[in-house]
């Protein structure tokens, strides 16, 4: 079975072109939000893969080792334009994601995670599959259809 990138590419973009309809509807509009993200993280997960050559990279995936938690940090600007891309408010979801919790902060200044990249460190949007299924916008299922994906972290936090 042969496969062409513009056929990946149509695939991808018709399964998210169906959930930003779906998730359009007013109800629940940040878990739909958390949803959208997860969709794009498990779609393209190579922009977070170090080791992967891709036009824009996101962020990493990084392992925090004290709770011993695998997450996608997305920097900032980044997330900002899926959210936009994904006709969701970026600054009302960023904030509804800090507030409750959604991401991973530090304990003691309730700041976003700090991650390492070649030109420094910068607080980024940790996403964590755990959270995301806790709240409803992730399933096992979408968690098992991406295992087949390499699960080792970039960065160790």
Known sequence: LEISVGQIEKAIQSVL??????????SNIDVK????IWQRILTESARFDQNEKVIERW???????D?????????PTKLEKILQEGDFNPSSCM???RSNKWVWLEEDKQ???PVSFADGTTRCYVFDKQIAIDQGALTTLDVARSANESDAPNEIA
């Open 17 to 26: 072109d169906l959930q930003k309809k779906q998730l359009g509807q007013k």
């Open 33 to 36: 939000a958390l949803a959208y």
């Open 59 to 65: 962020g990493k995936k990084i392992i925090r080792r």
């Open 67 to 75: 709770l011993k938690l695998q997450g996608y940090a997305i920097l």
């Open 95 to 97: 904030s509804f994601f």
């Open 111 to 113: 700041q976003l995670w």
